[in-house]
Each structure stands twice: as C-alpha cells, then as structure tokens.
C-alpha cells in the first residue's frame, strides 16, 4: 500500500496505509483475545471436572460402557 488515499464519509480523505494498519492491529487482538478465551475456558472445564471427581466420584474414574 502506499500514500493513496480513501475518501470518507466525513468529506476527509485517510491514507490507505493508515487503513490497512488499523485492520492489522484489530485482527491480531482479536487473535490474542480469543486464544485468552479459550484458555480461560479450557481451565474452567478442567476445575469443573477436578471438583466433580472430588465432590461426586470421590476420586474415583468413572466406568465407561462401549455403545
């Protein structure tokens, strides 16, 4: 990209350069975003289930039938 220019609602005109590394830096929050997700979640499951075995199977593992 170089200094060419899009015009915008607001009757002003922004670099496209400027465009393109605001896109760049939303994107890759979101990737970080979502990857704090997903291990926020992966760890919340794993204390949900520590707690269950603890709690309700009393440590022991859970008999699993073939279907």
Do not use: C, F
């Amino acid at each position: 990209m170089g200094n060419e220019l899009v015009k915008s609602s607001s009757d002003s005109s922004v670099p496209m350069e400027l465009l393109g590394d605001i896109r760049k830096m939303i994107e890759e929050t979101r990737i970080s975003v979502a990857a704090t997700v997903n291990a926020g979640l992966s760890m919340l499951y794993w204390r949900i289930g520590r707690r269950i075995q603890k709690e309700i199977l009393k440590g022991k593992r859970v008999k699993l039938e073939a279907g």
